[in-house]
């Protein structure tokens, strides 16, 4: 890192806060004094998970040995935990200097349409990393001309993980569509053996938005978010059949699993199938497991050739605490040592296009491929293509679906999160 360029940051981000002042515009809870620490919100606590952020602290101890890192990272998969208490903090005017927000609707819907975060145009253009960003990230960390984050990593969302040996012992190959899908799984369940490992709620929430995707393909799954797919058709039906079918197949005890302890049925042979992203792949490794040996993966059923991506990514605080040093970790994340410790142990790949492919196993390496080739999509769970309040209608009907498996009621409950939140209005 060129400490220069992090001196010049650092006046610049000095001058923006005298100039806002000045202005008479000081965005509530206006900056104290630096205290030469950062204190960085996610929620990166579990296996997989902390390794990748402890790899990625380690880079900014290195280039910023003076400056204090302080890991606020709440428990809770996919963030239905830190998300509420981050929330909480933004309401009480006690934001944490930088957190985790996803690239999509996520961050624009909610942090930049709450006026939560400060523009990083300057930082992008100091760090050049407008050459090295993907050129389709941009505009889903943008609004009006300005950046609003930094994305660490690409993460995919439609992998199907197996266990090879489960899956050999009983005759069955690895599916492709959702019918060889169906009828790998009745001759599992018939053998007694579990086969769809599923967790807590938003990991059903996970599963969804890949049958959606695999039973629609991928333009009618992107009409879902842009009004051009009606949530009332027949297709969309066909998908939750086809989701409610394959919730037959999963263990009883869901609810009581995080996506760590789901995924780990299919690693210790109690379960054949789990639909996680590809922080699961993190996971497997942290627990000494073989890519091809211990586990496989693929699409999930029905998208082969499509990569439903999404993209955590780092924000400055509005009324940061030390916004010098919050821009020091934003820069580590946005940097190649940052990323290139980071991706690796985390289970994804980098946001940067210039990463060493080297440093990555077998699975990152075909995850980089695809990502370079395949029609790429954008993921509901992880903040992607749907704002905060239609997201949360959404979850909800699924919540009284596990309860109820009416398809029909479900459907009409999204369709009217699609009037009501969404771009059916
Ligand atoms: C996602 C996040 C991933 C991973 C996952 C499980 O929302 O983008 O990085 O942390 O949750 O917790």
Same mark, same amino acid.
């Given at each position: 890192?060129?400490?220069?360029?992090?001196?010049?940051?650092? @006046? /610049?981000?000095?001058?923006? @806060?005298?100039?806002?002042?000045?202005?008479?515009?000081?965005?509530?809870?206006? *900056? $104290?004094?630096?205290?030469?620490?950062?204190?960085?919100?996610?929620?990166?606590?579990?296996? &997989?998970?902390?390794?990748?952020?402890?790899?990625? @602290?380690?880079?900014?101890?290195?280039?910023?040995?003076?400056?204090?890192?302080?890991?606020?990272?709440?428990?809770?998969?996919? &963030?239905?935990?830190?998300?509420?208490? %981050?929330?909480?903090?933004?309401?009480?005017?006690?934001?944490?200097?930088?957190?985790?927000?996803?690239?999509?609707?996520?961050?624009?819907?909610?942090?930049?349409? &709450?006026?939560? @975060?400060? *523009?990083l145009n300057d930082l992008y253009e100091a760090? #050049?990393?407008?050459?090295?960003?993907?050129?389709?990230?941009?505009?889903?960390?943008?609004?009006?001309?300005?950046?609003?984050?930094?994305?660490?990593?690409?993460?995919? +969302?439609?992998?199907?993980?197996?266990?090879?040996?489960?899956?050999?012992?009983?005759?069955?190959?690895?599916? +492709?569509?959702?019918?060889?899908?169906?009828?790998?799984?009745?001759? /599992?369940?018939?053998?007694?053996?579990?086969?769809?490992?599923?967790?807590?709620?938003?990991?059903?929430?996970?599963?969804?938005?890949?049958?959606?995707?695999?039973?629609? #393909?991928? !333009?009618?799954?992107?009409?879902?978010?842009?009004?051009?797919?009606?949530?009332?058709? +027949?297709?969309?039906?066909?998908?939750?059949?086809?989701?409610?079918?394959? %919730?037959?197949?999963?263990?009883?005890?869901?609810?009581?699993?995080?996506?760590?302890?789901?995924?780990?049925?299919?690693?210790?042979?109690?379960?054949?199938?789990?639909?996680?992203?590809?922080?699961?792949?993190?996971?497997?490794?942290?627990?000494?497991?073989?890519?091809?040996? !211990?586990?496989?993966?693929?699409?999930?059923?029905?998208?082969?050739?499509?990569?439903?991506?999404?993209?955590?990514?780092?924000?400055?605080?509005?009324?940061?605490?030390? *916004?010098?040093?919050?821009?020091?970790? /934003?820069?580590?994340?946005?940097?190649?040592?940052?990323?290139?410790?980071?991706? *690796?142990?985390?289970?994804?790949?980098? +946001?940067?296009?210039?990463?060493?492919?080297?440093?990555?196993?077998?699975? /990152?390496?075909?995850?980089? !491929?695809?990502?370079?080739?395949?029609?790429?999509?954008?993921?509901?769970?992880?903040?992607?293509?749907?704002?905060?309040?239609?997201?949360?209608?959404?979850?909800?009907? %699924?919540?009284?679906?596990? $309860?109820?498996?009416?398809?029909?009621?479900?459907?009409?409950?999204?369709v009217a999160a699609c009037a009501s939140s969404?771009?059916?209005?």
């Open positions: 890192m060129n400490k220069k360029i992090f001196a010049l940051m650092s @006046i /610049l981000v000095i001058a923006s @806060i005298a100039i806002t002042a000045c202005g008479g515009a000081a965005p509530t809870g206006a *900056p $104290a004094a630096g205290g030469n620490s950062v204190e960085v919100f996610s929620w990166w606590t579990g296996g &997989g998970e902390a390794a990748g952020l402890e790899a990625m @602290i380690k880079v900014f101890n290195a280039e910023y040995p003076d400056v204090e890192f302080v890991n606020a990272a709440v428990a809770g998969g996919a &963030g239905t935990n830190a998300r509420a208490v %981050l929330a909480t903090r933004l309401q009480a005017g006690d934001p944490p200097d930088s957190w985790q927000g996803h690239a999509g609707q996520e961050l624009i819907g909610t942090y930049v349409a &709450g006026g939560q @975060i400060e *523009p760090q #050049g990393w407008l050459e090295v960003m993907p050129e389709t990230l941009i505009p889903l960390i943008s609004d009006n001309g300005n950046i609003y984050s930094v994305p660490v990593n690409i993460h995919r +969302a439609n992998v199907l993980w197996y266990n090879p040996t489960v899956l050999a012992d009983n005759g069955v190959e690895v599916p +492709a569509t959702m019918d060889e899908w169906f009828a790998a799984m009745d001759t /599992l369940k018939a053998a007694g053996v579990t086969p769809l490992a599923v967790g807590e709620q938003w990991t059903k929430l996970h599963l969804l938005e890949t049958v959606l995707l695999g039973t629609l #393909g991928a !333009d009618a799954y992107n009409g879902l978010w842009d009004g051009t797919t009606d949530w009332a058709s +027949a297709d969309v039906t066909a998908a939750l059949e086809n989701y409610a079918k394959a %919730l037959t197949y999963a263990n009883s005890d869901s609810a009581s699993l995080s996506w760590q302890d789901a995924a780990q049925l299919v690693i210790n042979g109690d379960a054949a199938f789990n639909v996680m992203g590809d922080w699961a792949e993190g996971y497997f490794r942290e627990l000494g497991k073989a890519p091809n040996t !211990d586990y496989g993966w693929a699409a999930t059923p029905g998208s082969g050739g499509v990569f439903q991506f999404l993209s955590d990514s780092f924000v400055l605080a509005v009324g940061a605490p030390d *916004p010098e040093a919050a821009t020091a970790w /934003l820069t580590v994340a946005g940097s190649k040592a940052g990323q290139e410790a980071f991706n *690796p142990v985390k289970g994804s790949i980098c +946001a940067r296009t210039d990463c060493d492919k080297s440093l990555f196993g077998v699975y /990152l390496q075909s995850a980089m !491929d695809d990502w370079a080739s395949n029609v790429v999509v954008g993921s509901l769970t992880h903040g992607v293509v749907a704002n905060d309040s239609w997201k949360t209608e959404i979850d909800t009907a %699924l919540g009284l679906f596990v $309860a109820d498996s009416n398809v029909d009621t479900f459907q009409s409950a999204l969404g771009p059916c209005k």
